[in-house]
């Protein structure tokens, strides 16, 4: 499995200002698979951005998901690499440093995971999380 290490620089901003900026190394990874099926979606789709967000819910607490988006909101991070663009709001960056994002299909299913080193708990079937 072939790992795409994403390097960036993250903004900070609050009601569309920039606060501070900051750079890492690695922020997320993301499998050739998970590269290869946003390509697949976004390619001529008005909704070109692949957006990553976590949101309520599950045995845990907070669960990822994942929406194809046609506009940026002002208060964004917009990551570009490998011919895709990946749109993440300022709660979410917190909850995805050093994390691993992967596309799985079988017979039973396909979808997107992200494998998250900080995360603390997660429900049996892996779909919810908490860091405490």
Known sequence: ????????????????????EKSYKNFINISSSALVRIKELTKNNENKFFR????GGGCR?????FLLEKNIKKDDTKIKT???????????????SGSYLDYISS???SRF???NPN????????????LY
């Open 82 to 96: 490998n011919g895709i663009e990946l749109i993440i709001d300022f709660i979410t960056l917190q909850y995805l």
């Open 1 to 20: 499995m072939i790992k795409n290490f994403v390097d960036c620089t993250l903004e900070l901003k609050i009601f569309g200002e920039s606060l501070m």
């Open 52 to 55: 990553i967000y976590i949101k």
């Open 119 to 130: 995360i603390k708990k997660t429900c049996n079937c892996g779909s919810s999380f908490s």
């Open 61 to 65: 607490g907070i669960q990822y998901d």
């Open 113 to 115: 995971i992200i494998k």
């Open 107 to 109: 017979i039973r299913e």
